[in-house]
Structures are given as C-alpha cells and as structure tokens.
C-alpha cells in the first residue's frame, strides 16, 4: 500500500465516498461520477487507484479487513499467563471490529446485494469472514496448546466465540438498521457472559 | 385467520409473489400491479386482504414468525426427560426454521431496507426475532424450574444457543445469497458441537 500521505488521504476519501454510494443506490446504481465528485477526486485518480467499480468494491473489502483483522493478527499470546485472558482479549477485540460503524455497513450492503452478485457476496465472504475466523482459529489452537483451553478443533471454536458475541449485536444492528441500536454496556455484559459459556466449554 | 382453502390458497400465492417482488425490486420498487398479477389475483383482492403495501409487509412477518414459533411453541416439556433432550429438540426446530429458505429471504429482504424504512426493521426485529428468543427463553426456563439446566437469565442462555448455532450458516448463505451453501452434515454437525457448548455451559 502507498504510504504518501496525500495519496493515502485520497484513497480514504474516495473509499468512504464508495461505501457510502453503494450503501445509498446500491452497487449497479453508484456512478463513479457520484464517488469522484463526493470524493474531490477525478475520475481519472479513482480509475488510477481502483481500476473500476468492482476494484473499489474489492479495496472495501480490503478496507474492512484491515480492521476487522489488523488487531486481532497483532494479539500476541505471549502477552497473556492463562486461557481466560487471552479469550477475554479476543472477545474484545472482535466485538470492537466487527460493531465498527463501517464494518457493519459493509456488511449490511455485500448481504443486500449478494442475491444479485454471488462473486460479490463470496468474495467478502471467503475474504474477510473466514479469514477472520482463521485468525482466531490460531489463536485458540496457541492456546490450546499451551494447555490453557481444551480446543479440538479450533476453527469450530472460533465459530462459537464469535456466535456467542455476536449474534445479538450485530442482528440487532442489521434489522433495525441503527448503529446505536447496541449500548456498551450491553456490549460489556455481553463479553461477560459470552466469554463464561465459552470458558465452560473449552476451558475444562 | 380466514381458514376457507380458497381464500388461504390465494393469500398464500399473493404472500409468495410479494416477497418476489419486495426481494427482487426492493420495498420502495415493488408495484402491486406486478404482485397482484403475479399471483394471478386482483388488484381489488390484494387490497381487501392486506390494506396496503406496509399491510403485506406486516402479514409476510406474521408468515415468518408463524414458521419460526409455531414449531417451537409447540415443543411441549413434558415430553422430555432431562435438559439434554430439550436442548437438543430446541436446536433442530431452531435451526431448521430459521434456515427456511423464505426466512432467509425475508431477513436478506428486512436487512437490505433496514436503513432506508427503519419502522419495517424494528417490526421484523421486535415482531419475530426478539419474539422467538422469548419463547426460546420460556422454555429454558421450565427446563431450569425443572433442575435439568442452570439457567440465571433465560432471556441471554436463548441467544447464546441461537448464536452458536445459528451464526455460520445464517452468516454463510446471507453473504454468498446462496441457500444451498450450508450441507446438511454441516446443519448436524453444527447442532451437536453448538448443543456440547450450552451444555457445558448451562448445564452443571
């Protein structure tokens, strides 16, 4: 990735520009014309950047998975003395990435328009909802074999820590279509309780 | 509800064409011109049975709440011996509704138009998710009264086992738009490793 700043800054306008057209015309309905303008870009920069539609569409996945992925890559489990810790950490991590306003967003636009797209759909699906279970699924395995969790088969694991976090939220996100839809303090008594179940399962 | 078959006949053909119609067009887009057509009915009989557009909105919620509850409703107690049992028989009719093909569309459908008509969102999200949950929460705490489970909050056990059981696939075929993407070895496996975890959980 260009780490010029101004490019950066470009990429990043133009990107929430994307999102935010997909999201309001759906993903035949946005016009590159729209995104450059509400960008401040060129056509010709958006073209540079991204190729075409589909390139933006592909960079917010890229975007989203950053996100979602770049903190939960980073937590090092040596960092951690015991199963519990290292578990709370990851709930917290995932809650905090997958709640993110554009996260959900993106989410919400791939579900709306995965009927019409498959290649889209399976894209971020292949691409940022399993990879991030793939991430957790390591983490776990670490763990378990440090002996600090009983996981046999990691990437089922993960499935479950994520269910339990995240059913809720993020159904309650999506249908009512408001991001505040969750308080933290639901947020936080959810981790609680999502991490207990989990513990009670794979701790023992 | 009108239990003449001629009259549910085309209830039903009129339910079916305007969740065509509302998936493939959009609520604002869907004409009911084109259901009532589709449905090979009059103009006239779509309106003299469901007021309006917001009208079949709310009788395909009812539809999908009929499907969801009627099954878990039903599940009666006093024909299991232990908390195993019911959990067990809880997760196959929990699992098996909700991943109903016309489910699945309608909650793509309620996600997809969440944004734009919030109050159709916060009707599907409090008409049939959260109504599900309560009587998922019922019957987990009979099963609790009974000592075959520990249940301190039914209300969060239900969403606990609805998330481990439900988040993969439920995840998998909104974003792929696919509803053949979830085998059923894939629906049993997940029930038993999802039905182990509460266990474990809720159960000592």
Redesign the interface.
Known sequence: MNTNPRVEATRARILNAALDAF?LDGYTGASTDVIAATAAASKQTVYKYFGDKEGLFRALISDVVDRVHDSIVRLDIDAYDDGEAVVRALARLLSASVLDRRVQRF??L???E?????DI??A??EGA?ELTLGHMADLLASASERGWLHVD?PR?AA??L???????PS??I?????FDAITEAEVESGLE??V???L???RD
Request: hydrophobic share 50%; net charge positive; charged share 20%.
């Open positions: 999201v989410r919400r791939v579900i709306a995965a009927a019409r797209f498959p759909g399976r971020y699906y909802f088969d089922i499935n479950h994520a269910g339990l976090l995240l059913w809720i159904n309650r999506m249908m009512t279509g408001r309780s999502g207990r179940v989990f009670a399962a794979y």
